[in-house]
């Protein structure tokens, strides 16, 4: 392929037509300013563009055609282009405001043009310009998506924080069993005090095995009833234990394969004279007696056990969990050494008296949101935020609590455990940190009346949603603005509210 000689441009001289359509060709759209700023020429290719008011910049200065937080990206392309005509032009996000719509972002890159000898002006200046509406609206999509994905996810695991505690707290045995291999994938306790076998033991074992090979034809009738027809009636057989239960089954389908749920009841011999409908009574009077004797047993070894008040401070200190206890308005009344690590603290004393507020929390408000919580439920769990230093430090701490009443004596107390480790190491250094609070938010749904769940969240959840909006958007406040549906100046103001960056600190776009 020939190639242009030594110090000659490879595209020969343009006349000013030629020039024209290459610049518009090249870009959604192209600005020419003067050595000055000033647009004198708008070139576009997209009628859409130009429907936007864009002939309207013609004879303005270029700065004073975009947004309050897009001139200093302006002044920054037009300075690279005037200081350093052969270097790299770099690509800015610019915003132009629309009066009857959303901000116009497009990205720049501004060159100058070499000084034409006839003319006494320097040479101009070209802005190439990209149309970025089809990636901001890509963003707001993907935002959505992730909001409908994060509640998904919520809801998954609060059903089977709901299935967890059904299947482990029955009264009857159940069994979750493959459809296919018949193999048991889930045992409850109940289930495994009535096969005589650990969790271990009976996941993964075939169901036959469980019983007596005698029974092995009826129970495979069963399964296969169960199948066709979805449930079948209960059948009597005896366990490989010895003991004789009723078996009853149900198929359920889940991503495309079968399941069978296996319940089995104890089959007792009733004594004579003894109605069927009187076990059920004689058993739940039974299971309170054991109960109230359980409770009974309970508080006299916590009097007269081992366990002494020496042992207990003991651990508290030795704890590699931070250990606070608090009065009910929230102020440290001890601390253990754990807890004053995090809080970089030297000394039990620089704590005690002190808000707990002044190192628990993101925001000023999150403690009492957990405060207000444990109020109402007397105890919280997993409460997951963040722990600040007093030089500085901040870990990510989960934290557990509970109210305690002795002696007349109301107090509160914290155990926060460090989850750094926990976090994702593939999480950017510098990236704003979702705070994952919102999870105890949303168990405040049907515990606490809504009016209450507003005035104590509505200040986290709306720098929640500001700071996952600024993340989304690479920093840019006008993109953010757009994506929360907020005027940028409802947005600047809220930014101030919560210290979440300087207006004249913006990031490139």
Known sequence: MPRAPTGQPALGELDAKTAARLVGASSDIALVLDDQGTIVEVMSQNAELGSRGTQSWLGRPWVQTVTTESRQKVEALLRDAQSAADATARWRQVNHPVQDGDDLPLLYSAVRLSDHPDRHAKGCIVAFGRDLRAMVALQRRLVDAQQTMERDYWRFREAETRYRHLFETSSEAVL???????????????????????????????LS????????????????????????????????????????????????????????????????????GLRGRAAQAAQAAQAAHGAHGAHGA????????????????????????SDPAGKVIAANRAFLSLAQLSAEEQARGQALDRWVGRTGIELGVLITNLRQRGTVGLFITSMRGEYGGNTEVEISAAVLNAGGHTMMAFALRDIERRLKPDTPTGALAMPRSVSELTELVGRTPLKDIVSETTDLIEQLCIETALEMTHDNRASAALLLGLSRQSLYVKLRRYGLGSLGNDEEG
Do not use: W, Y
């Open 176 to 206: 979750i069993v493959d459809g296919l291999t018949q193999k048991v994938l889930e045992a409850n306790p109940v289930a495994r005090t009535l096969c005589t076998g650990t969790r271990a033991k009976l996941v993964g074992a075939t």
């Open 209 to 276: 095995t469980l019983f007596d090979a005698g029974h092995a034809e009826r129970l495979q009738n069963l399964l296969a009833a169960a199948r066709s027809v979805g449930r079948q009636d209960p059948i009597r057989a005896r366990l490989a234990s010895g003991n004789e239960v009723t078996v009853s089954a149900s198929v359920f389908r889940q991503d495309e394969a079968a399941f069978v749920l296996v319940r089995l009841a104890p089959v007792r011999n009733e004594p004579a004279g003894v109605k069927p």
């Open 302 to 325: 916590h009097g007269d056990g081992p366990v002494d008040e020496a042992m207990l401070r003991a651990f508290m200190q030795s704890s590699p969990d931070g250990l606070v206890f």
